[in-house]
């Protein structure tokens, strides 16, 4: 039996029959940890995955369902890692998914330069908080901003961890668009698939998805996009299908 923390609580995944451990004062996570988890390329049948700022490990647990490889998750924040682990004993998956409590920028040391077929992150989207921020909720604050890691920081670590022709995909807000490609190139990441995330029709994106291949040639797509909410404000079939498993 898991036992829970202070305000935790035990969350379905629903589409994958999952159970998750969440806090709103910790950590809980977003539609944008899920969408990444669908979005990103895996080997069904093997394979060596890493998860980079996994927070309670949502992506690692999500993919799960999707490959029978290996998956890592890295993360700096001792109490979500705790979650993280926690949630992967209650979902009895301790053979295939693994935590790190650690620095992402430590692991191609760590783990070897070269050694996984694809990388996942869900990064802090924000620049460094101010002091009234970080003293608000000192666990949101390092998982919203760029306190432990930057951009930079996360896109050459993907890039040491992954063999040639290997796959990394991140999840950004479209303001960092120009960013993430500039840096992909910079460290051998061909920018290969890249999908916009709108509110609702007629509204700006305001999540990006993309997906590069090291040392990959270049030719990107741009896949249709992907519209949350109908303007009933109900989600859209493709969002229920992803979330509750409901056939789109």
């Not at 159970?19 to 394979?47: H, W």
């Not at 890691?149 to 992954?162: A, N, Q, R």
């Amino acid at each position: 039996m898991i036992s829970l923390k202070d305000d935790e609580r035990l969350d379905y995944l629903l589409a994958e029959d999952l159970r998750i451990i969440q806090s709103p004062s910790v950590f809980a996570f977003s539609l944008d940890a899920v969408l990444l988890a669908r979005f990103a390329y895996v080997p069904i049948q093997k394979g060596n995955i890493i998860d980079l700022c996994t927070g309670n490990g949502v992506i690692p647990l999500l993919l799960s369902t999707r490959t029978k490889g290996t998956i890592t998750g890295v993360e700096i924040q001792e109490r979500l890692y705790d979650m993280a682990v926690r949630s992967i004993q209650y979902n009895q998956l301790e053979d295939r998914l693994h935590m790190i409590h650690g620095d992402l920028k430590d692991m191609p040391k760590q783990l070897g330069y070269g050694k996984f077929d694809v990388v996942t992150c869900n990064p802090p989207y924000f620049p460094t908080p101010s002091k009234d921020e970080i003293n608000e909720n000192e666990h949101l604050a390092i998982a919203r901003h760029e306190i432990y890691c930057t951009l930079e920081d996360v896109i050459k670590t993907s890039s040491d961890l992954l063999r040639q022709g290997g796959k990394a995909a991140f999840v950004h807000r479209p303001g960092r668009l120009m960013d993430i490609l500039t840096l992909m190139r910079k460290y051998r990441l061909e920018p290969k698939r890249l999908r916009l995330v709108y509110p609702k029709q007629g509204k700006e994106a305001n999540t990006i998805l993309v997906e590069g291949i090291k040392d990959g040639k270049p030719d990107l797509k741009i896949l249709p996009p992907l519209f949350v909410y109908t303007n009933h404000n109900e989600y859209t079939k493709e969002v229920r299908h992803i979330l509750y498993g409901e056939q789109a």
